[in-house]
Nanobody
């Protein structure tokens, strides 16, 4: 059974930082492209960043330079370091595995206050 479990969300002031984690089990994590997505209230889910098994990364324009996606294949875990957070980053953040995304976590709320 595949499980992706996010953690690290919370409430932060604008300009602050958060680090999200996503622990995977039930898949060969090292072979999977993994990604972070987010969904704000009333909006569609959007891709935030993804990282290939070899570590190549890609970011949405809205987070480029502020967010960093990374992975630790030995721990079957991926991360999203979020710096210089803005109120518009407020959303539920989801991790996914495989490409196109096939497996999803349950989501973690990130709220950025102004």
């Amino acid at each position: 059974q595949v499980q992706l479990v996010e953690s690290g969300g919370g409430l932060v002031q604008a300009g602050g930082s958060l680090r999200l984690s996503c622990a995977a089990s039930g898949i060969v994590f090292t072979l999977k492209r993994v990604a972070w997505h987010r969904q704000a209230p009333g909006k569609q889910r959007e891709l935030v960043a993804h990282i290939t098994p070899l570590g190549s990364t890609n970011y949405a324009d809205s987070v480029e330079g502020r967010f960093t996606i990374s992975r630790d294949n030995g721990k079957n875990t991926m991360y999203l370091q979020m710096n210089s957070l803005k109120p518009e980053d407020t959303a539920v953040y989801y991790c996914s595995a495989d490409w196109p995304p096939r497996y999803w976590g349950q989501g973690t709320q990130v709220t950025v206050s102004s």
